[in-house]
């Protein structure tokens, strides 16, 4: 029979051993947060929110790449504010990074950015700038702000980081804490209370977040900005279709529609008009505007020359069928008169005559007839059937020696 006190402390142990996975795992996803941040700041070359913000991840997970990280934010800080903490925390984290990676990665740029700082804190010793054994900084209650953006893919791995990131800033990047500046990602230190946050980016919606701020903790606040869309208006006839990469859209009523930023082969389609296609490359918050004058097809031109002739077609029908009538009552009237006998000869052959002219005129009636019908229903079928697909709407680019452009071909 198994002991109950085995089972429980059995029972125990696998419960502690979820809670550490839980914990652990809620330590690494808050490295990530703060490494992010700092890897953001690193980009924009704000090389002390970087620390800070590499600090925080590596307390949460002791992880090697992040070391290296932190070591060259506090490198490149030390070059532009010469504190000797700054360089002896380059030093501490260089020696973490290679007591756990010995072979490939970033160790030979560690051990060279190493060498190079621990030269920087001998000068530093020499000189007896160097202040003595460090204290661990007491808890503070302090505010980060990490601007993530929809439309820009985030960085999720926990690599290294270069002295050159590739990364431009962006643009009008600001963020405000209780209305007053801050510095993005950076950790600021605040009351222990209810804060407003407030993110905006050149081409990018604005954002207001409220958040409590937990005394003697540090917060990392990840805020997401979405895109504005582009407007291009399109001032063409009325009643025209705007297609957008293939697909229709709704236009406002004074013809603008919205677009994400990129590249857009903008269609304007109209029954009996040649398609209209203009290749486009809007940013975010873009306004853009450009007309799109329509041509009448081929079609379209012919409709009325079509129509035209039937109308002519079915007036000497009109023409032909009123001979014929009238020919047909001369010829009963001298019938009647040869019925009633004592007629002369040429009587009869004047009602031949009406006969054949009758019949003549007939028969002109019903081939004008039948061919403006037919011209008419022509006509119509050109009317009815010349619309124009946003399939058959072709770009090619098209250089001459002093211009570019594109060329636009339709098929409907």
């Not at 705007?242 to 990129?262: K, L, N, Y």
């Not at 041509?295 to 031109?301: D, F, L, M, N, Q």
């Not at 009869?348 to 007939?362: K, L, M, T």
Request: hydrophobic share 45%.
């Amino acid at each position: 029979m198994r002991s109950p006190v085995r089972s429980s402390v059995r029972c125990a142990l696998v419960l502690v051993a979820l809670l550490a996975g839980s914990a652990h795992a809620e330590d690494r996803a808050a490295a990530e947060r703060y490494f992010r941040a700092g890897a953001k700041a690193y980009a924009a070359q704000s090389f002390a929110a970087a620390a800070q913000n590499f600090d925080e991840a590596y307390r949460q997970a002791a992880i090697p790449e992040i070391a290296f990280s932190a070591a060259q934010a506090y490198r490149r800080l030390y070059r532009i504010d010469p504190k000797p903490e700054h360089v002896k925390r380059a030093v501490e984290l260089y020696r973490a990074y290679l007591k756990e990676v010995k072979t490939g990665k970033r160790v030979g740029d560690a051990a060279d950015n190493l060498a190079e700082m621990e030269r920087e804190l001998d000068k530093l010793a020499l000189s007896g700038t160097t202040s003595g054994t460090q204290t661990a900084p007491p808890a503070r209650t302090r505010i980060g702000v990490s601007v993530t953006f929809a439309d820009q893919r985030a960085t999720e791995e926990l690599r290294e980081i270069a002295d050159a990131t590739g990364e431009a800033a962006t643009k009008g990047l600001t963020a405000k804490l209780d209305g007053k500046p801050i510095e993005p990602f950076a950790l600021v230190e605040v009351d222990a209370k209810e804060h407003l946050i407030t993110v905006n980016a050149d081409g990018y919606f604005p954002v207001e977040k409220k958040t409590i701020a937990v005394d003697g903790q540090s917060s990392l606040i990840e805020i997401q900005l979405q895109p504005r869309p582009a407007a291009v208006t399109v001032k063409t006839e009325d009643g025209a279709r705007i297609v957008v990469d293939g697909r229709p859209v709704a236009a406002s009523a004074s013809g603008t529609v919205e677009v994400p930023a990129g590249k857009h082969l903008i269609a304007v389609l109209r029954r009996g008009r040649e398609p209209f296609a203009r290749e486009i490359e809007v940013t975010r918050g873009d306004a853009l505007r450009f007309d799109a004058p329509l041509v009448k097809t081929a079609r379209r031109r012919a409709v009325p020359w079509v129509l035209g002739g039937a109308g002519v077609l079915a007036g000497l029908a009109v023409t032909t069928g009123i001979l014929a009538a009238v020919h047909d009552g001369n010829a009963a009237d001298l019938r009647a008169q040869l019925d009633a006998g004592n007629r002369p000869p040429s009587d009869g052959d004047a009602y031949d005559a009406e006969v054949r002219s009758r019949d003549r005129y007939g028969t002109a009636t019903w081939v004008l007839g039948g061919a403006a019908v037919a011209t008419g229903a022509v006509g119509v079928l050109l009317l009815v059937f010349d619309s124009p697909s946003a399939e058959g709407v072709q770009v090619a680019p098209s250089i001459g020696n002093q211009s570019g452009g594109v060329v636009v071909g339709g098929v409907f």
